[in-house]
């Protein structure tokens, strides 16, 4: 059974340090692992999305990385800000034919404050 | 145009309304989801696409109407819902390769 397991599960940190979140899967076949950003009662927004071959990925202040040999995934936020607070949640693809099938984590929830 | 639309924002609705969820995406990806999100927990697969048909139905009530009119359009029809229907609808598109799904910003819909 495909799964995503994400920790931890709530962070609290100060405005301007920074936080790692971690995000292990057994997915198979793997095709490619997004981290996503949500506010509540909203859609996920892509913030990185990575495929086999890679091992980093930025976007601004997040940096993703990817071991594919372990399974393991990190999302390491600098210099948070009080808008980075939502839940971040890895997702992780296998190709089905014409669509792809998806496997959530439950997510991070990370609180930002001043 | 990397953008997937979804109307209405919010929805409040009685037991016995018909409704319709909308959903458009123009990144010309063949595949569509609807997804029903609970607070504080992950997205749930309801209805899949590909090339304008249906290719998974979760076991989804038939008070869920999905469909596609075309490979731009998804629609979800609402009838005779319950109140634990009340959720974050969300709907994504895909592209085949290693590209992963694009979210809509989601409906919330409530069911009185």
């Known amino acids: 059974k495909n799964q995503v397991e994400q920790s931890p599960q709530s962070l609290i940190i100060l405005e301007g340090k920074n936080c790692t979140l971690q995000c292990n899967y057994t997915v198979s076949p793997f095709s490619n692992l997004r981290w996503y950003k949500q506010d509540t009662g909203r859609g996920p927004v892509s913030l990185t999305i990575?495929?086999?071959?890679?091992n980093t990925k930025s976007n601004g202040r997040y940096t993703a990385t990817l071991d594919a040999d372990t399974k393991q995934s990190s999302l390491h936020i600098t210099a948070s800000q009080l808008s980075d607070s939502a839940s971040y949640i890895c997702v992780v693809s296998d190709n089905s034919g014409g669509y792809q099938k998806v496997t959530f984590g439950i997510g991070t929830k990370l609180q930002v404050i001043p | 145009d990397t953008e997937v639309t979804q109307t209405p924002k919010h929805l409040v609705m009685g037991m016995t309304n018909k409704k319709s969820l909308k959903c458009e995406q123009h990144?010309?990806?063949?595949?569509m989801y609807w997804y029903k999100q609970k607070a504080k927990k992950p997205p749930e697969l309801m209805f899949v696409y590909s090339y304008e048909k249906l290719s998974i139905n979760e076991s989804v009530p038939s008070r869920f109407s999905p469909e596609c009119p075309n490979s731009s359009l998804l629609n979800l029809h609402l009838h005779a819902l319950q109140p634990e229907d009340s959720a974050l609808y969300l709907c994504?598109?895909?592209?085949?390769?290693?590209?992963?799904?694009?979210f809509g910003p989601g409906t919330r819909l409530t069911v009185l």
């Open positions: 994504a598109s895909s592209q085949g390769g290693q590209r992963g799904q694009f």
């Open positions: 990575m495929t086999f071959s890679e």
């Open positions: 990144m010309g990806h063949r595949a």
